[in-house]
């Protein structure tokens, strides 16, 4: 009797352990942001950043212009076209400079030793995110590596859909429905 007790306690609490554990999968999978697609796509997208010269040590350079919180006090920003996966898309590539109050001249001299984070924006296949028109979003450390939030989940994907604050719902107020502060996609992209 207490051995068969047991057995189908054992059972039950397997059982619990097997749906708690689907649950987590579900839960990773339905999280706008962080999960395992999203690190992976954001692996190929740096990478295909470095095949054009955006990342990596023969980046190009543009002017640095003056930027605001929460990107760095000058950033240098880019807009073109990559290819991920076979599809081409649209990319913003922001490289952020700083800390706030660093002497504008130590960063003019030598920018690498100032670069905080590259923010960046690519235009995903049509179904990614149709509410967001599509924006993948992704905040990049200087190596290539992910930057996280503090309960530690990787910035990249959609980031962060459906809060009130991050990348989605601060750019939404960009002008031209875009997306873009700086700029617009060129009619010709
Ligand atoms: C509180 C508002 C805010 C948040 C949050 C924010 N941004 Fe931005 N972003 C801006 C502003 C404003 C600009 C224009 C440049 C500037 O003044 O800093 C900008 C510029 C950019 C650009 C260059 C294209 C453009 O829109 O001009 C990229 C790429 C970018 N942000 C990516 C991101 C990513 C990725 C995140 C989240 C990890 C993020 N941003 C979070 C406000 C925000």
Not at 146 to 159: C, H, I, M, R, S
Request: hydrophobic share 40%; net charge negative.
């Amino acid at each position: 009797m207490t051995l068969k007790f047991t057995k189908k306690l054992t059972t039950a609490l397997a059982a619990v352990a097997v749906a708690a554990l689907g649950a987590s999968a579900a839960y990773s999978q339905m999280a706008p942001f962080g999960g395992e697609e999203d690190v992976s796509f954001a692996s190929e997208l740096w990478a295909a950043m470095e095949n054009a010269d955006l990342a990596g040590p023969n980046q190009i350079r543009a002017a640095l212009s003056i930027g605001n919180d929460p990107h760095g006090m000058l950033l240098e920003t880019f807009y073109t076209k990559v290819e991920v996966g076979g599809r081409e898309g649209f990319i913003s590539v922001k490289r952020n400079y700083g800390p706030p109050g660093t002497d504008p001249e130590d960063i003019y001299n030598d920018p690498d030793a100032f670069l905080g984070a590259i923010t960046v924006m690519f235009q995903r296949e049509e179904g990614y995110d149709e509410d967001n028109q599509n924006w993948f979003w992704v905040k990049y450390l200087p190596d290539g590596s992910l930057d996280k939030n503090p309960a530690g989940v990787a910035l990249a994907g959609k980031v962060a859909k459906g809060m009130d604050v991050g990348c989605i719902a601060c750019h939404s107020a960009a002008p031209g429905g875009d997306y873009l502060f700086t700029g617009s996609m060129p009619d010709a992209m």
